[in-house]
């Protein structure tokens, strides 16, 4: 009787280059933006926001981060997962949640035209208009981190929870 081996993982892709490296400034400015972007906000509301537009744009890099800081910040892992299926699961997550979930995806996917008034409207309900200006922040932040990561390639798996705050 043989057991069967495993195969091995796929190798490692190579980013295209270390953006930060060769536009310190640009990365430095970016760091103070997203810092400012995420003051007043809940850490897990905010961390599950970058999840969605990080799923939405394709960013591995990003969410392995912020999966991992997620999870850091007291998130559960079923919360985490049913994302992808947001629409299917609400009842995992509050109204506010899906407020700033569904503003996420319009804000992300402006190629589909624009954020709609009702998408605006059910979020500007559930937050305050300074809460609200700066989750609009950190979703604009989180998509221009994204076009960075999937841009260069940046390789996932190696970050630690917490290390970028």
Same mark, same amino acid.
């Given at each position: 009787?043989?057991?069967?081996?495993?195969?091995?993982?796929?190798?490692?892709?190579?980013?295209?280059?270390?953006?930060?490296?060769?536009? +310190?400034? /640009?990365?430095?400015?970016? $760091?103070?933006?997203?810092?400012?972007?995420?003051?007043g *906000?809940d850490?897990? *509301? @905010?961390?599950?926001?970058?999840?969605?537009?990080?799923? @939405?744009?394709?960013?591995?890099?990003?969410?392995?981060?912020?999966?991992?800081?997620?999870? %850091?910040?007291?998130?559960? $892992?079923?919360?985490?997962?049913?994302l992808? =299926?947001?629409?299917e699961?609400?009842?995992?997550?509050?109204?506010k949640?899906?407020?700033?979930?569904?503003?996420?995806?319009?804000?992300?996917? @402006?190629t589909?035209?624009?954020? +709609?008034?009702? /998408?605006y409207d059910?979020?500007?309900?559930?937050?305050?208009? =300074?809460? @609200?200006?700066?989750?609009? %922040?950190?979703?604009? $932040?989180?998509? =221009?981190?994204?076009?960075?990561? /999937?841009?260069?390639?940046?390789?996932?798996?190696?970050?630690?929870a917490?290390?970028?705050k």
């Amino acid at each position: 009787m043989t057991t069967a081996q495993e195969a091995p993982y796929a190798p490692e892709h190579s980013p295209r280059l270390n953006w930060a490296e060769h536009a +310190p400034e /640009v990365y430095k400015a970016m $760091v103070r933006l997203d810092a400012a972007a995420r003051r007043g *906000l809940d850490p897990k *509301l @905010l961390e599950l926001v970058k999840i969605r537009a990080s799923q @939405l744009n394709h960013c591995a890099f990003c969410l392995d981060m912020h999966t991992k800081d997620a999870l %850091a910040a007291g998130e559960s $892992v079923e919360r985490i997962i049913q994302l992808g =299926a947001w629409e299917e699961s609400r009842h995992f997550y509050t109204e506010k949640e899906l407020a700033a979930i569904e503003l996420t995806e319009a804000i992300t996917s @402006l190629t589909d035209g624009f954020v +709609p008034d009702e /998408v605006y409207d059910r979020a500007a309900a559930r937050f305050e208009e =300074a809460e @609200l200006t700066q989750l609009i %922040a950190a979703i604009t $932040v989180i998509n =221009a981190w994204n076009r960075f990561g /999937v841009s260069t390639r940046m390789v996932p798996g190696h970050y630690k929870a917490g290390q970028h705050k």
